[in-house]
């Protein structure tokens, strides 16, 4: 089996060193840390001295929680990275500094490429907005300029199927409706590198299929893919290679698959990936 199983706090890299210079995107995570804050006099009642996570002060209080410690790798154009762990590993604090949604409290993040991130698509939008209008906001929060949003406004609104609904403010559609425009908005600008927390779908049986389609012609533009999820077809399906998160900090590194299985390997009672989903 071809994996790299990592001690606590000694980062095995598994990624070749992309160059500045060179071609093509590339995302360089360097003993990446986060700490969370803790404010008030939280003690240790319930909680573990023992616990790494948790940082006390010399009065026993709670000061901090530890969510990442020294996460490294480097990806470059073609590379499919499949993130990995249990409930509460650090999967989504990783993926929203990769998105520069939160700062790392240690390390860095380098990148070359426009980030494109779909852990939270309803950023930017604006309720009392029209639909319009929300195309533009959400373009220009993802970093497009207007010319780049007018250039795909046509494909968005015919995508979305609202026709006239798009010159009406966003606060009067149905839940459905919300989803296709904000769907059609987020796929709909090809990604440099996308960093994807589970798989996107959307509205009823018809559009689904759409969506399904869309998603995965999405995902393949994309010159590099971060990826998070509890499906394994997905994770086969989409990934090359894998990290295994374990209390914040990489347990495994290598080929997806082989992640994959040390990863199951390790749940008690067996692995609770589902082998079936989907979404």
Same mark, same amino acid.
């Given at each position: ?9 000694? %980062?095995? @890299?598994?990624?070749?060193? *992309? ?5 093509? *995107?590339?995302l360089h995570a #360097? @003993?990446?840390? *986060? ?9 240790e009642q319930g ?10 002060? $010399? ?15 480097? =990806? ?20 929203? %500094? ?33 639909? @319009? ?16 949003? #007018? ?56 559009? $689904? ?9 999405? *995902? ?6 971060? =990826?998070?999820? @509890? ?25 997806v698959k082989d ?21």
């Open positions: 089996m071809n994996i790299s199983l990592v001690q606590k706090g000694k %980062i095995s @890299h598994q990624y070749p060193t *992309v160059a500045a210079d060179d071609e093509g *995107v590339f #360097e @003993h990446i840390g *986060v700490t969370f804050e803790v404010r008030g006099n939280v003690r909680l573990s001295e023992q616990d790494e996570r948790l940082l006390w002060d $010399k009065r026993k209080r709670l000061r901090g929680v530890r969510a990442l410690s020294d996460i490294s790798f480097e =990806l470059k154009t073609g590379d499919r990275l499949a993130i990995l762990g249990r409930n509460g590993s650090g999967k989504t604090t990783l993926l929203q %500094i990769l998105a520069g949604i939160l700062s790392p409290s240690e390390g860095k993040l380098i990148s070359c490429g426009r980030i494109t991130s779909l852990i939270n698509i309803n950023i930017g939008l604006q309720p009392e907005a029209s639909g @319009h209008r929300n195309i533009t906001l959400r373009g220009l929060v993802s970093g497009y300029s207007p010319k780049e949003i #007018e250039e795909k406004r046509a494909e968005i609104a015919e995508f979305s199927g609202l026709g006239d609904f798009l010159n009406m403010p966003m606060e009067s559609y149905s839940a459905g409706m919300r989803m296709r425009l904000t769907f059609a908005i987020a796929t709909s600008f090809n990604p440099e590198i996308l960093i994807l927390d589970e798989w996107l779908s959307a509205g009823d049986v018809a559009f $689904k299929k759409k969506a399904t389609e869309r998603m995965q012609e999405f *995902v393949s533009k994309a010159g590099i893919l971060v =990826l998070a999820s @509890h499906s394994r077809q997905l994770i086969l399906e989409n990934c090359a290679t894998g990290i295994w998160l374990d209390g914040g900090e990489i347990r495994a590194s290598g080929p992640v994959l299985e040390a990863y199951e390997d390790s749940m008690v009672p067996a692995s609770t990936l589902d082998p079936t989903a989907t979404t």
